[in-house]
């Protein structure tokens, strides 16, 4: 599947900012480069909290935005 910005949501103001994204994708899809397309909202440093799916079993990963570059953003899972 793709990126989808309707599932993306900022927590509270917290800058560099802290993100919940919940897909139904694999971790390993949404840990490819260019997964986060067409959104200037993520910046270098945020932290994305990833409710994703592996067989069908929901999983939770942390992400770091270590590249924005207009809607060009690269993220990282942490290990």
Do not use: C
Request: proline residues 1%; glycine residues 12%; aromatic residues 12%.
């Amino acid at each position: 599947m793709a990126f989808d910005a309707s599932n993306l949501y900022k927590v509270g103001g917290a800058n560099p900012g802290l993100w919940i994204y919940h897909s139904t994708d694999a971790v390993g899809d949404i840990d490819a480069d260019g997964y986060f397309t067409n959104t200037t909202e993520l910046k270098q440093y945020d932290v994305i909290f990833v409710i994703g799916s592996t067989g069908g079993t929901q999983t939770i990963d942390t992400f770091a935005v270590y590249s924005a570059t207009g809607s060009t953003v690269q993220v990282r899972v942490l290990a």
